[in-house]
């Protein structure tokens, strides 16, 4: 009972950062125990040819399931799949991320399994029988250490918590048919996506965010230049700002919204509330610029600018611009 | 339309929070509760689906000790017409012990929609409903912005990073409520005086088996504490410098 299986997540055939993530996580484990890393990839058909750069991060064996009708995630053939592998032989940890898609398959795959799941973990190491994970409860006001004695222990990965790394192994193909189900009795009709040529606020390195004192949607173009200006920023947004209707709700970082920690944080016009803060307070650098020196978001900034964001920003977008051409 | 809306009594986020002297758990005191945020649009979602229809009803259904009684007594005074408390001295972490008991009671109530939260606020793990899905071998869709029933079929918007996906499902289902559905409504006077009078059921929680336990619980490392480096556009070198020397984010 040595071996790992993970879950390797797809958007429109092609694995996304967090995939390598979760299986380089698998391999963290597998090395622990000396076993192997199994991968299950569902997509369209030819998503075997992504069992190279799996093989490149750590994957021993690639169970393939390629069929036209897979291109966009379907819950009840990705449950099926990974819990007849989990039932096939014996795995000491099935590893997830806790992405939007992970947090949706895990668990169906626990209940599949009649067994339990620790999710969004930052951190997981084996102690004797049983797996020892962190998990920020409380929107991340206090850090839980939980107990996990099921095997196989089904772990869903926080994006961003295990950083992908190269470990270079057979990757060998096997692949499989479309499990017969009944019919679908859930259809993913459509993925409806904001705009793809923007980075995903889970992947940017750097998160430029609006917030109510850009007073208008239009506005945000303020944001949107400054994170051009960076090359690889993504944009996010307040929840009074998504309620609002400026911005889409998807792009919202808070408590109930999106939680992310990128390198740098830059919040325009943000007081900083409590519920906004739990989304961010782990990014590695903040950066603030407010007209009110008393905003809550002055209180975690490690670089705060009391300012008018309408001279601030302009300047700021000019001078990274010029410092990027400079590097 | 019979839909059943499963609530959590949660500490309101905003509170000061310590760890109790078992290190395994939050000392409650001077913490304030009340509905898990996601669970209060579930509740709003399924009364106003019932209000649309002028039929059917909207019962709720918690876990824990008698404490929830509270939580089930707002949900009814919003206007749900009965109330389940699944009784236990402590709400164990293990969505799957919590599940399986949710599931028991459910099985057999003839419920055309089972409605949960997108996740509860606190352990934020968002797996309780999907659990009870695949127990009751029901078609589960999560995180709805959207919600649609109409002649045995659903249609939902489900959010996901950068966009959202559009399902298609049959009922009965479990499906997960996101916020953006609905805003829920604040229990009317009239409301809270009927509600004393609705029907609240206990019974035990027939609990599944406990893998998954807290072991500790710690504060996180406090950021440092922020710092202004001055004021207006004039400053906006210095943070450049700052950036490039100091954080090493350029």
Known sequence: MTNVLVYAETRGGQPRKVTFEAITAARQLADQLGGAVHVVVAGPAGVEALAASFGEHGADVVVACGHESLVHYQPDVATALVASRARSATYRAIVFSASAQGKDLAPRVAARLRTTLASDVTSFSLRGDAMVVTHPGYTGKVIQTLKLVASPALLAVRPGAVAAAKQPKAGTVEAVALPELPSARVTTTETVLGDTKKLDLGEAPVIVSGGRGLKAAEHFALVEELAAAFGNAAVGATRAVTDEGWRPHADQIGQTGRLVSPDLYVAVGISGAIQHLAGMRTSRCIVAINKDKEAPIFKVADYGIVGDVFEVVPALTAAIKSAKQGA | ?250
């Open chain 2, 1 to 250: 339309m019979k839909i059943a809306v499963c609530i959590k009594r949660v500490p309101e986020m905003d509170g000061t929070f310590r760890i109790a002297a078992s290190g395994a758990a939050v000392d409650e005191a001077g913490l304030k509760f009340d509905m898990s945020d996601f669970d209060g649009y579930a509740v709003e979602a399924a009364l106003q689906m019932t209000e649309k229809l002028g039929a059917g009803e909207v019962h709720v259904v918690s876990l824990g000790p008698d404490i929830v009684q509270e939580t089930l007594r707002k949900a009814l005074s919003m206007g749900c017409a009965r109330a389940t408390q699944l009784k236990c001295d402590v709400v164990p972490y293990d969505p799957f012990a919590i599940a399986s008991a949710l599931a028991a009671e459910l099985q057999g109530g003839a419920y055309d929609l089972v409605l949960f939260g997108k996740m509860s606020i606190d352990s934020a793990n968002g797996a309780v409903g999907f659990m009870v899905a695949e127990l009751l071998g029901l078609p589960m869709v999560h995180g709805c912005s959207k919600l649609d029933v109409a002649g045995g079929q659903g249609t939902a918007r489900r959010e996901i990073e950068g966009g959202g996906e559009m399902m298609t499902f049959s009922l009965p289902a479990v499906v997960s409520i996101d916020e953006g559905i609905a805003r829920p409504r604040y229990p009317s006077l009239k409301g809270i005086m009927a509600a004393k009078k609705k029907p609240l059921d206990v019974k035990p929680a027939q609990l599944g088996p406990v893998a998954l336990t807290v072991e500790r619980m710690e504060l996180p490392a406090a950021r440092p504490p922020g710092r202004i480096i001055g004021e207006g556009a004039a400053v906006v070198p210095e943070l450049v410098r700052l950036l490039q020397t100091e954080a090493k984010v350029l």
